[in-house]
Nanobody
């Protein structure tokens, strides 16, 4: 029932910053944990960050910790991923995802926990 659309990707230089957005529609979004995943060419999709449905708890993959901030604005039905100090290794298609309705402090990092997915937005970091 939830539909997700990512935006904000593009081509930037290493060391730059970029903010991705994920617009959600459909019932139940505000009660869903959400996450960002990414997939580089030739690699499997990997976890980036997750956030509880009320935005109070966040978690990050070690590869991006300290450089990335996940947030959400349920009133606007939007989730964000702010990325700083970008590296060429961050080049990937970035996907937003949402669970079905979950407890208030639940924010899983496993792909299998997410039911709804966007179609991705490309981030390319030049060296």
């Amino acid at each position: 029932q939830v539909q997700l659309v990512e935006s904000g990707g593009g081509l930037i230089q290493a060391g730059g910053s970029l903010t991705l957005s994920c617009a959600a529609s459909g019932p139940g979004f505000s009660n869903s944990a959400m996450a960002w995943f990414r997939q580089a060419p030739g690699k499997e999709r990997e976890y980036v960050a997750t956030i509880t449905w009320n935005g109070r708890r966040t978690d990050y993959a070690d590869s991006v910790k300290g450089r990335v901030t996940i947030s959400r604005d349920n009133a606007k039905n939007t989730m964000y991923l702010q990325m700083n100090s970008l590296k060429p290794e961050d080049t990937a298609v970035y996907y937003c995802a949402a669970t079905v309705s979950v407890p208030i402090n639940y924010a899983p990092a496993r792909i299998s926990q997410y039911k709804f997915w966007g179609q991705g937005t490309q981030v390319t970091v030049s060296s």
